[in-house]
T-cell receptor, first 111, second 115 residues
Framework: DVKVTQSSRYLVKRTGEKVFLECVQDMDHENMFWYRQDPGLGLRLIYF???????EKGDIPEGYSVSREKKERFSLILESASTNQTSMYLC??????????FGPGTRLTVT | AQSVAQPEDQVNVAEGNPLTVKCTYSVSGNPYLFWYVQYPNRGLQFLLKYITGDNLVKGSYGFEAEFNKSQTSFHLKKPSALVSDSALYFCAVRDSDTGGFKTIFGAGTRLFVKA
């Protein structure tokens, strides 16, 4: 079974802090994604990566950056957390043309 | 541009009755279509997909979906609902022709099955 793990299930940070969310997949998938999920808005794509060291902006990249130094790991960075970044963050990976496999999510609260 | 619409925020059904969760989509090319389910405080789980071939697709937990090209719909169905089916369901689409990486998700439909 494909496994996607995220570093934290729940996280509470203060405004202005730098926040790292990490995601690891164990199926050698090329593509990895970061989404945020908000009620009534579904999933919105923040960034994705189609290969090591390659990244592309999604629909809502402002305030975020990413890093993919190894194939299995994709990190999301909030350079200076703000209260409007309070959300559920979901990582996913996918092989070419196939369905996505999601991690359990990180519920981030910024106070 | 790609888009997905799930017209119902919530669907209520009695246990044992058939259920339908609606989804319509818009893509410029040929669609890859997906349904995912999310249980409380969990990530999304893949249910089923349409890539090509038969319009009726069968998936996990007894769910199925029918691809209707003329109506641009991909409704999720189950003949007999269970209380344990209560969850949040997402329809998603990707344009296969453009070779894009992006999958567009609907806003989600909450299914509530009453015993």
């Amino acid at each position: 079974d494909v496994k996607v793990t995220q570093s934290s299930r729940y996280l509470v940070k203060r405004t202005g802090e730098k926040v790292f969310l990490e995601c690891v997949q164990d199926m050698d998938h090329e593509n990895m994604f970061w989404y945020r999920q908000d009620p009534g808005l579904g999933l919105r794509l923040i960034y994705f990566s189609y290969d090591v060291k390659m990244k592309e902006k999604g629909d809502i990249p402002e305030g975020y950056s990413v890093s993919r130094e190894k194939k299995e790991r994709f990190s999301l960075i909030l350079e200076s957390a703000s209260t409007n970044q309070t959300s559920m963050y979901l990582c996913a990976s996918r092989d070419r043309g196939r369905e996505q496999y999601f991690g359990p999510g990180t519920r981030l609260t910024v106070t | 541009a790609q888009s997905v619409a799930q017209p119902e925020d919530q669907v209520n059904v009695a246990e044992g009755n058939p259920l339908t969760v609606k989804c319509t989509y818009s893509v410029s090319g040929n669609p890859y279509l997906f349904w995912y389910v999310q249980y409380p405080n969990r990530g999304l789980q893949f249910l089923l997909k349409y890539i090509t071939g038969d319009n009726l697709v069968k998936g996990s937990y007894g769910f199925e979906a029918e691809f209707n090209k003329s109506q641009t719909s991909f409704h999720l169905k189950k003949p007999s609902a269970l209380v344990s089916d209560s969850a949040l369901y997402f329809c998603a689409v990707r344009d296969s022709d453009t070779g894009g990486f992006k999958t567009i998700f609907g806003a989600g439909t909450r299914l509530f099955v009453k015993a």
